[in-house]
């Protein structure tokens, strides 16, 4: 029996991994799908002062109250950022980081590091008119299958700035994590991977795959997404 712990993006919550979440579930593992603060079924406690260290410190907990090691770690998007902090804070009790279609930071790097500038001044301008947070961004933008992205849109809440302005303490090529898997969706509607997906299939370091999907791979292809995470599990 494997364990599974799966971290939702920005905008997100726990509930965009229900359908892969039942399909592990079905195959007899142990899955998590904790929600980061602020986000999802816990919006109630949005603020502008939660940061990226918050939602470390939630995937942290979970570790720790489930008493969990040994488990696949995956990180959706943003939560590549919130993954690579907790390996560098509990590294030891991760058998697997699974990137899915996520930014894989190098040290001291944020996600407006890695998006650039053009990117980063929108998104404080955003900020700056909503009190510290970013309105969340359309379902069509990710190339979100028709089928979910009204219901995508309709869940999605407000990000706070602080989160993608903080960066990682350290990044994850200095993770003390052996295993590294990296998915690459190849149409996601952007060019936000691209430099990470053709860095990380060229290391050995790394098993990469890419899927002909859109951003939210949990959503378009969960038995592909299911079929990968199984792939991780100890024999």
């Known amino acids: 029996?494997?364990?599974?712990?799966?971290?939702?993006?920005?905008?997100?919550?726990?509930?965009?991994?229900?359908?892969?979440?039942?399909?592990?579930?079905?195959?007899?593992?142990?899955?998590?799908?904790?929600?980061?603060?602020?986000?999802?079924?816990?919006?109630?406690?949005?603020d502008r002062a939660i940061n990226l260290d918050t939602h470390i410190q939630d995937i942290v907990n979970v570790f720790k109250y489930e008493d969990l090691s040994d488990a696949i770690l995956c990180g959706h998007s943003y939560g590549g950022l919130v993954i690579t902090g907790v390996a560098h804070e509990i590294g030891e009790r991760i058998r697997t980081l699974f990137y899915l279609d996520a930014y894989a930071p190098a040290d001291g790097q944020s996600l407006v590091d890695i998006t650039g500038d053009q990117t980063a001044l929108a998104f404080f301008a955003q900020a700056n008119r909503n009190g510290g947070m970013i309105p969340p961004i359309p379902a069509a933008v990710f190339n979100?299958?028709?089928?979910?992205?009204?219901?995508?849109?309709?869940?999605?809440?407000?990000?706070?700035?602080?989160?993608?302005?903080?960066?990682?303490?350290?990044?994850?090529?200095?993770?003390?994590?052996?295993?590294?898997?990296?998915?690459?969706?190849?149409?996601?509607?952007?060019?936000?991977?691209?430099?990470?997906?053709?860095?990380?299939?060229?290391?050995?370091?790394?098993i990469v795959h890419e899927i002909p999907c859109g951003h939210s791979?949990?959503?378009?292809?969960?038995?592909?997404?299911?079929?990968?995470?199984l792939a991780e599990a100890p024999e």
């Open 1 to 46: 029996m494997a364990k599974f712990v799966l971290v939702h993006g920005a905008f997100q919550g726990g509930w965009v991994y229900a359908r892969v979440a039942r399909k592990l579930r079905e195959a007899g593992h142990d899955v998590y799908t904790p929600t980061l603060t602020g986000l999802g079924e816990r919006a109630h406690l949005a």
């Open 217 to 229: 791979i949990m959503l378009d292809r969960p038995a592909d997404l299911a079929a990968l995470l």
């Open 144 to 206: 979100v299958n028709e089928a979910d992205a009204v219901r995508v849109d309709s869940m999605s809440v407000s990000q706070p700035l602080a989160t993608f302005v903080q960066g990682v303490k350290a990044g994850v090529d200095s993770a003390p994590v052996a295993n590294r898997t990296y998915v690459f969706a190849t149409k996601n509607g952007g060019d936000w991977f691209v430099q990470t997906h053709a860095r990380l299939k060229s290391d050995p370091r790394w």
